[in-house]
């Protein structure tokens, strides 16, 4: 077994008026993660790019800029629609790396 992943901050962190809005992202990504694996697993792939196209500006904007450049992946192998086993393994890692997402 690895060590535990370390928690990825938002850079909003110490901004009071952004953190709540920080916060509330955060809780609504588990919501947003169930809605890409689903268009994932249901091979809905013109939904899957959207979503990820979603969450690439909304990360950004609450200071996640790591999933914004794991959704932007996620997105353009979704858009290039060539490589399922390399997009199955890129919203896995966006999964993860959401799921260590705090303020």
Do not use: N, W
């Not at 500006?57 to 800029?65: I, R």
């Amino acid at each position: 077994m690895g060590t535990p992943a370390k928690p990825l901050i938002s850079t909003y962190a110490d901004e009071p008026e952004m953190r709540e809005l920080a916060r509330m992202f955060v809780d609504e990504l588990p919501a947003r993660l169930d809605q890409i694996t689903a268009a994932l697993k249901a091979h809905q792939i013109s939904d899957l790019t959207r979503l990820a196209h979603q969450l690439k500006g909304a990360a950004g904007g609450y200071g996640f800029m790591p999933i914004t450049e794991k959704a932007r992946e996620v997105e353009t192998l979704a858009r290039s629609e060539q490589d399922m086993d390399g997009l199955i393994a890129q919203v896995d890692q966006l999964v993860q790396l959401c799921q260590r997402a705090t303020v």
